[in-house]
């Protein structure tokens, strides 16, 4: 069973022009996740207080959701998708806990 899923997610879409709705999800809420959780990693790193540093990382969010999304949609395979969304996610989610 784990076979024929990892060969469906590793499989390339027949059709080049479909996105696929799989990938569109992941992209959506994976660029979201991903630029929130990079937005409170931000506002921790960055100097000075987390009020004065949450205004910067607040104007910066929608430009890396974006960015992160196209980063996932426009992988080849509905795998490599779904790494580049929980792959960064995990990442963040480390950073957070450690300088929260």
Same mark, same amino acid.
């Given at each position: 069973?784990?076979?024929?899923? +990892?060969?469906?997610?590793? @499989?390339?879409? %027949?059709?080049? %022009?479909?996105?696929?709705? #799989?990938?569109t &999800?992941?992209?959506? #809420? !994976? !660029?979201?996740?991903?630029? *929130?959780? !990079?937005?409170?990693?931000? /506002?921790?790193?960055? $100097? !000075? %207080?987390?009020?004065?540093?949450?205004?910067?990382?607040?104007? #910066?969010?929608? &430009?890396?959701?974006?960015?992160?999304? =196209? *980063?996932?949609?426009?992988? $080849?395979?509905? &795998?490599? /998708?779904?790494?580049?969304?929980s792959? $960064? @996610? #995990?990442?963040? =989610? =480390? &950073?957070? *806990?450690? +300088? +929260?």
């Open positions: 069973m784990i076979k024929k899923v +990892y060969k469906k997610l590793s @499989t390339a879409e %027949k059709n080049g %022009k479909k996105i696929g709705l #799989f990938r &999800l992941c992209s959506i #809420f !994976g !660029g979201l996740i991903i630029a *929130y959780l !990079g937005m409170t990693f931000l /506002a921790f790193i960055l $100097p !000075g %207080k987390t009020e004065e540093s949450a205004i910067i990382a607040i104007m #910066f969010n929608t &430009l890396i959701w974006v960015i992160v999304s =196209i *980063y996932i949609i426009l992988s $080849p395979t509905r &795998l490599i /998708a779904l790494l580049r969304f792959i $960064p @996610t #995990f990442v963040f =989610i =480390i &950073l957070n *806990y450690i +300088y +929260y």
